[in-house]
């Protein structure tokens, strides 16, 4: 599955600090685009902070991203128009409460994009039909469950037509029962060709739709691979400890 | 014990609304000085929560500054001390203090309001792409105000009250107004208990408001 063109999302040599607790180390990923890309790893292994600096809602010290050939210099302006490029799904949804879900949906479009209402609208409500959710278009987040706020959520990120979709551990907050139509949409975006990270905990996931898994420990990357390799035949004894508590008998 | 005259109180039906005009000013002081807090209570607010270090010091100074003092001095300072640079009347020297006064209450009230929405709505509006301009003002405010309704309230009220400090410049308000019709009638219980009543009314309409305000925003915000 490894593509030859130049990757749309390089992360070299990142180092971050949470004053002097160091969460991670020298981090450096390529992506490529239509690539994805699962991390996996035990919490505070620097999973999460990872994919923060990717979209520099945490600011690594040292360390650069490039995104679609681009080095972001983590000004204001240039972080305002990238950001537009790099979806992001939060574990806990962040919904806009006062607004509906066709509104947080064209939230982006309209106020940031200035795309016409109009338009913005027909847009969401094909993103909304993707994500199952065409026929809550105007009801708000409130009334919806923690399953239909993700879908919701992801369409919302979708909406700006980003580059890159990062998803911070997209099903940890829900009940196991509406897992699956959360990843079910992750699925489909992957094959529809999105370029996309995905910090999960969800190994069926990983095993049917990443291109590539990364297993990050104590802030490096220990080991990572195709899903095949790394669930059959992992190197590291603490990837193996890892899997062997996580994933399920069936896998 | 000659000068004592016992209490009528069957005059306060027939003079209570001789207090009408008294209570539309006691309503404009009021309003115009909501209004002036809420304005400054904003910028006070959005000030206290600047990363500009020195935005947020002169914001800190302003509500210690008018917390730490009483209303009394403050419509003093602004009505007869401001005298040699300045003559301000009466009824804007009300109004001025009200609203500065009230921008140091509502400053915290928002700045509470505005804290109290959970981090991850400014890192969603952010991650769209919008600036922490636009953010605050489409994602965060919003929210914040409907927050702050319950408390704006309480301080409204305490504003209409404080509305009465400006009988001591003579400002023909309620109170004022009460004390007027008292010495020229020599019924000082039966005026002031019109003034009551009439504070009551105010106050009950502005709390009822209030309440029907909060009720049509309710909006849940578990996250």
Redesign the interface.
């Known amino acids: 599955m490894t593509k030859t063109k130049e990757p749309i999302l390089q992360i070299n040599h990142l180092e971050k600090y949470f004053g002097e607790l160091q969460v991670l180390k020298d981090i450096s990923i390529d992506v490529a685009e239509s690539e994805v890309v699962v991390v996996i790893g035990a919490s505070g292994s620097g999973k999460s902070t990872l994919l923060r600096c990717v979209n520099f809602l945490e600011y690594a010290q040292k360390g650069s991203i490039y995104l679609d050939g681009e080095h972001i210099k983590p000004t204001h302006k240039v972080l305002n128009r990238i950001r537009q490029d790099v979806g992001m799904v939060f574990q806990h949804f962040n919904l806009f409460p006062h607004m509906s879900v066709m509104g947080n949906v064209i939230e982006g479009p309209v106020h940031v994009k200035g795309m016409p209402k109009k338009a913005a609208r027909e847009l969401g409500l094909q993103l909304l039909e993707k994500v199952g959710l065409e026929d809550k278009a105007e009801v708000y987040p409130e009334m919806l469950s923690g399953g239909q706020k993700q879908r919701v959520a992801i369409a919302r990120a979708l909406a700006m037509q980003p580059k890159v979709m990062l998803f911070d551990e997209p099903t940890s907050a829900l009940d196991p029962e509406l897992v699956g139509e959360v990843i079910g949409v992750m699925e489909e975006l992957g094959k529809e060709g999105m370029t996309m990270v995905v910090v999960t905990h969800e190994m069926w996931f990983a095993k049917e739709a990443a291109d590539r898994v990364i297993f990050m420990d104590e802030g490096i990357i220990l080991e990572e691979g195709t899903p095949e390799k790394m669930f059959s035949s992992p190197e590291h004894a603490r990837t193996k400890e890892f899997l062997s508590q996580i994933l399920p008998q069936e896998l | 014990m000659s000068n004592i005259i016992p209490w009528d109180f069957s005059v306060i039906p027939e003079k209570f609304l001789l207090f009408r005009d008294a209570a539309l000013l006691t309503l404009e002081i009021t309003t115009l000085g909501i209004v002036t807090g809420l304005i400054l209570g904003l910028i006070v607010a959005l000030g206290k929560l600047s990363q500009h270090k020195i935005t947020s010091k002169i914001a800190s100074a302003y509500i210690f500054i008018i917390r730490g003092t009483p209303l009394l001095l403050q419509l003093f300072i602004i009505y007869y001390g401001l005298t040699s640079i300045v003559t301000i009347p009466p009824f804007p020297s009300a109004i001025i203090a009200l609203g500065v006064h009230n921008g140091a209450y509502i400053g915290e009230i928002f700045r509470g309001a505005i804290q109290s929405i959970?981090y991850?709505?400014m890192?969603?509006?952010?991650?769209?792409?919008?600036?922490?301009r636009?953010s605050m003002r489409?994602?965060i405010l919003?929210?914040a105000f409907?927050r702050a309704v319950p408390p704006l309230g309480n301080q409204f009220i305490i504003a209409l009250k404080d509305s009465s400090l400006a009988s001591t410049i003579a400002v023909p308000e309620l109170l004022l107004r009460g004390r007027q019709m008292g010495s020229s009638t020599f019924m000082y219980m039966e005026m002031l208990i019109i003034v009551a009543l009439w504070y009551l009314i105010m106050t009950s309409v502005l709390s009822y408001g209030v309440h029907r305000l909060e009720q049509r925003l309710k909006?849940?915000?578990?996250?």
């Open positions: 959970h991850g709505q890192e969603a509006a952010r991650s769209l792409g919008m600036t922490h636009k489409r994602i919003p929210q409907k909006v849940s915000d578990h996250d």
